[in-house]
């Protein structure tokens, strides 16, 4: 079976910091990934997705960048990061299914970002 | 312009009742709508899929309906239970394989 895993779990960072949030998945090859972010009393916001290892999309102008170093790893990175950084991020797996509508996304555990 | 409307914003009901959440869409080309449930604190969890041609799935005590030609859909949630309290997403895919729009969530509280 497939899992997904996010760490950290929390984290708590200055203004002006690194970032560096990493998502990995087992069990499944290929997958297509995606970051997303959840503020406050807020929807989802798709941040960026990877449908191959080195191939990134940006989905919003924004301080975060992403990476796919490997087939089942996803990086979000920040070199400085803002005040309006804050939020939970979720990174999820998905695959084109080959029937149309089968598509679907399985979301990791998640990480809750505090800049202060 | 593509979007996922959810009403109520919140619930509270008490255990052992009914209680339906609804979703209006105007995402087009449409490709297939997918309830989500949320715990707090955790990545949320799929309840249902559907594409156009369907009109009701159900997951136990979920169940979902869609109408296309008015873009809407509910959850109805049978006999509730304490841990049903979560946030519920409805979530419109707009093309094949592709990105998401996400509603803002209905917050649902089941009590004693």
């Known amino acids: 079976s497939q899992t997904i895993h996010q760490w950290p779990a929390t984290l708590v960072q200055p203004v002006g910091s690194p970032l560096s949030l990493e998502c990995t998945v087992e069990?499944?090859?290929?997958?297509?990934l995606y970051w997303y972010r959840q503020a406050a009393g807020r929807g989802l916001q798709l941040l960026f997705y990877?449908?191959?290892?080195?191939?990134i999309s940006s989905e919003v102008p924004q301080n975060l960048s992403a990476s796919r170093p490997q087939d089942r790893q996803f990086i979000l990175s920040s070199k400085k990061l803002l005040l309006s950084d804050s939020g939970f991020y979720l990174c999820?797996?998905?695959?084109?299914?080959?029937?149309?509508?089968?598509?679907?996304?399985?979301f990791g555990p998640g990480t809750r970002l505090t800049v202060l | 312009k593509n979007q996922v409307e959810q009403s109520p914003q919140s619930l509270i009901i008490l255990e052992g009742k009914n209680c339906t959440l609804q979703?209006?869409?105007?995402?087009?080309?449409?490709?297939?709508l997918r309830w989500y449930k949320q715990d707090t604190g955790r990545g949320p969890v799929s309840l249902t899929i559907?594409?156009?041609?369907?009109n009701t799935k159900s997951n136990g005590r979920y169940t979902a309906t869609l109408d296309a030609d008015t873009k809407q859909s509910s959850l109805h949630i049978t006999a509730s239970q304490l841990s049903d309290s979560a946030s519920y997403i409805c979530?419109?895919?707009?093309?094949?394989?592709?990105?998401?729009?996400f509603g803002q969530g209905t917050e649902l509280s089941v009590k004693p």
């Open positions: 979530v419109v895919s707009f093309h094949q394989g592709g990105k998401l729009i």
């Open positions: 069990g499944t090859s290929n997958p297509n």
């Open positions: 979703c209006n869409y105007t995402v087009s080309p449409f490709s297939n």
């Open positions: 990877s449908v191959g290892i080195g191939q």
């Open positions: 999820a797996w998905g695959r084109t299914g080959k029937l149309k509508g089968t598509d679907t996304q399985y």
């Open positions: 559907m594409t156009f041609s369907e």
